[in-house]
């Protein structure tokens, strides 16, 4: 298989950017392709890494680093979830709360009994109805025994 490539930057900052990274490269490499060529290798190789978790290399330092980046991230990671699965709960336990609260006061208004707002204020009307209790410990019970 005999493939070749030509690209065509338009970006003139990034044509700026390789252009000056050439001169300052250019007793390295023999000619603008390799040194671009080498640039597309090395890209290459942090996208892999990046996004597939996938690099070659022989060198135990290098394999050790790598592992200590990957168990700061995955622990960045974590600490983002958590914050996240925090505020989450934070925000359902709100929104029952609202829900109950408007259920009991429509209980209260098709009774004919309406809520007086110091009740609801007051937090009278936030609680799950009792049947509904019932049906949220079945879902606890359901989801935690997968």
Not at 17 to 25: D, F, I, R, S, T
Not at 33 to 44: E, I, T
Not at 64 to 76: A, G, R, S
Not at 125 to 143: A, G, K, S, Y
Request: proline share 2%; charged share 30%; aromatic share 6%.
């Amino acid at each position: 298989m005999n493939e070749q490539y030509t690209i065509r930057v338009y970006d003139t900052r990034l044509v700026s950017k390789v252009e000056e990274l050439y001169k300052n490269c250019r007793d390295i490499y023999t000619s603008k392709n390799p040194f671009m060529v080498d640039c597309l290798v090395r890209g290459m190789e942090v996208i892999e890494k990046d996004l597939f978790g996938t690099s070659e290399t022989d060198n135990v330092d290098e394999l050790y680093n790598e592992v200590k980046l990957t168990v700061k991230k995955l622990d960045n990671l974590l600490k983002l979830c958590e914050k996240s699965a925090k505020e989450s709960i934070a925000n359902i336990q709100i929104n029952q709360r609202l829900l109950s609260c408007n259920y009991n006061m429509l209980l209260g208004l098709s009774e004919n009994k309406p809520k007086r707002k110091e009740e609801v204020d007051g937090g009278w009307c936030d609680n799950l109805p009792t049947r509904l209790e019932e049906v949220m410990e079945e879902l606890i019970q359901h989801f935690s025994s997968k």
